[in-house]
């Protein structure tokens, strides 16, 4: 069956350092994977989209890359801020039928030290 | 755009009461995604409509749930009866066919005792 893992326990950080969160997949062929943002009592917040054909991607300090070899992405916060501290969530989209899907992963608490 | 509303933000009913929850996506806006969220499973999709259609409901949990798109600016999901195990925060999301991403509205979040 199809799953998405990602870092299941908090990453605790030091400001000023890149934060590196992982998302890995299986028995799935994604056409775009994407990256949103989760505060506490909010809805998710799209943050990058990279395509299956693209190797990287970024935005601001922000950059995300794409391994469809290794099924697996990586998602990178370059000189973290406290304000960064949030839930980040992988999702894997997928033209159904002509029409798009997304499952997202369950995501990795970020936690950035002052 | 307000961006995508939802209400009520907070919903507490007891075991066997009818809930409504109810969504306004983004104008222009031609796919609507309902989504539960908890700790133990994340974001599951439950149904997801385009342009009205629901296309895909095979996340609904069972038959006590249901969903209608009755026009482009607004939709249901529905629960009845309700149970404990059906607490969770719900979200609606919307997109459009050129971009891929969702706005998400602030979610409900539902106790049923």
């Known amino acids: 069956s199809q799953k998405i893992e990602q870092n299941s326990e908090a990453l605790n950080i030091q400001e000023g350092k890149t934060a590196t969160l992982t998302c890995n997949y299986t028995n799935y062929s994604p056409a775009y994977l994407q990256w949103y943002r989760q505060d506490p009592g909010r809805g998710p917040v799209f943050l990058l989209l990279?395509?299956?054909?693209?190797k990287e991607k970024r935005k601001e300090r922000l950059k995300v890359t794409f391994d469809t070899t290794l099924k697996q992405s990586l998602f990178h916060i370059t000189a973290s801020q406290p304000a960064d501290s949030a839930t980040y969530l992988c999702a894997l989209g997928a033209n159904s039928g002509g029409y798009q899907k997304v499952t997202f992963g369950i995501g990795t608490k970020l936690q950035v030290i002052p | 755009d307000a961006g995508v509303i939802q209400s009520p933000r907070h919903e507490v009913t007891e075991m066997g009461q009818e809930v409504t929850l109810r969504c306004k996506p983004i104008?222009?806006?031609?796919?609507l995604f309902w989504y539960r969220q908890t700790m133990m499973r994340g974001l599951e999709l439950l149904i997801y409509?385009?342009?009205?259609?629901?296309?895909?409901d095979s996340g609904m949990p069972e038959d006590r749930f249901s969903a209608k798109m009755p026009n482009a600016s607004f939709s249901t999901l529905k629960i009845q009866p309700s149970e404990p195990r059906d607490s969770a925060v719900y979200f609606c999301?919307?997109?459009?066919?050129?971009?891929?991403?969702?706005?998400f509205g602030p979610g409900t979040r539902l106790t049923v005792t």
């Open positions: 999301a919307s997109s459009s066919p050129q971009v891929y991403e969702q706005y």
């Open positions: 409509f385009n342009n009205n259609v629901p296309i895909d």
């Open positions: 990279i395509r299956e054909n693209e």
């Open positions: 104008s222009g806006h031609d796919y």
